[in-house]
T-cell receptor, first 115, second 112 residues
Framework: AQSVTQPDIHITVSEGASLELRCNYSYGATPYLFWYVQSPGQGLQLLLKYFSGDTLVQGIKGFEAEFKRSQSSFNLRKPSVHWSDAAEYFCAVGPFSGGYNKLIFGAGTRLAVHP | EPEVTQTPSHQVTQMGQEVILRCVPISNHLYFYWYRQILGQKVEFLVSFYNNEISEKSEIFDDQFSVERPDGSNFTLKIRSTKLEDSAMYFC??????????FGPGTRLTVL
């Protein structure tokens, strides 16, 4: 069955430090991969997506992610975190063969940023 | 920039009551979805809708749930008889084609 694992429930970093949020997926083929961010009380905003091609994708707000097929991973990175990046980050995978765009989300990683 | 909108932002209802959550997808999108997020849990797919019919639904989406696109702009989720466990944030999303989905800000449903 398809699944997404985000091993880190909660991460705390200092402002200006680098960040890597982990995401692993389980799927028989290469799916579309997404990272969404959710600020408190807000909806889901798309940070970046991978469909095909270059395995390093750039997103908004200075984020990037790298698709590694051999590791079934799609980790999110940012070289220098800002206090405003504190939020919850969700990795998602989809669509699936025979499906109509259903996304499967990981459990999320809550990011706290220390000044 | 076009966006998905949802109303109301917060709905409080008594157990057993019917609720209708409303969404206005992005105008040129063809695929519509509902997801929910119980507090502290992951976002879960409920249903997808294309060409005026349900294209896929999860096991959560039982007979108490229904969706409708009553006109050219709105997309609604109805829960016929709410239960305490229906309390969650409900997100509407839309997409042009397979792939990127745009999410609305959500409706927080509280069932008392």
């Amino acid at each position: 069955a398809q699944s997404v694992t985000q091993p880190d429930i909660h991460i705390t970093v200092s402002e200006g430090a680098s960040l890597e949020l982990r995401c692993n997926y389980s799927y028989g083929a290469t799916p579309y991969l997404f990272w969404y961010v959710q600020s408190p009380g807000q909806g889901l905003q798309l940070l970046l997506k991978y469909f095909s091609g270059d395995t390093l994708v750039q997103g908004i707000k200075g984020f990037e992610a790298e698709f590694k097929r051999s590791q079934s991973s799609f980790n999110l990175r940012k070289p220098s975190v800002h206090w405003s990046d504190a939020a919850e980050y969700f990795c998602a995978v989809g669509p699936f063969s025979g499906g109509y765009n259903k996304l499967i989300f990981g459990a999320g990683t809550r990011l706290a940023v220390h000044p | 920039e076009p966006e998905v909108t949802q109303t109301p932002s917060h709905q409080v209802t008594q157990m057993g009551q019917e609720v209708i959550l409303r969404c206005v997808p992005i105008s040129n999108h063809l695929y519509f979805y509902w997801y929910r997020q119980i507090l502290g849990q992951k976002v879960e797919f409920l249903v997808s809708f294309y060409n005026n019919e349900i294209s896929e639904k999860s096991e959560i989406f039982d007979d108490q749930f229904s969706v409708e696109r009553p006109d050219g702009s709105n997309f609604t989720l109805k829960i016929r008889s709410t239960k305490l466990e229906d309390s969650a944030m409900y997100f509407c999303a839309s997409s042009v084609r397979q792939g990127e989905q745009f999410f609305g800000p959500g409706t927080r449903l509280t069932v008392l």
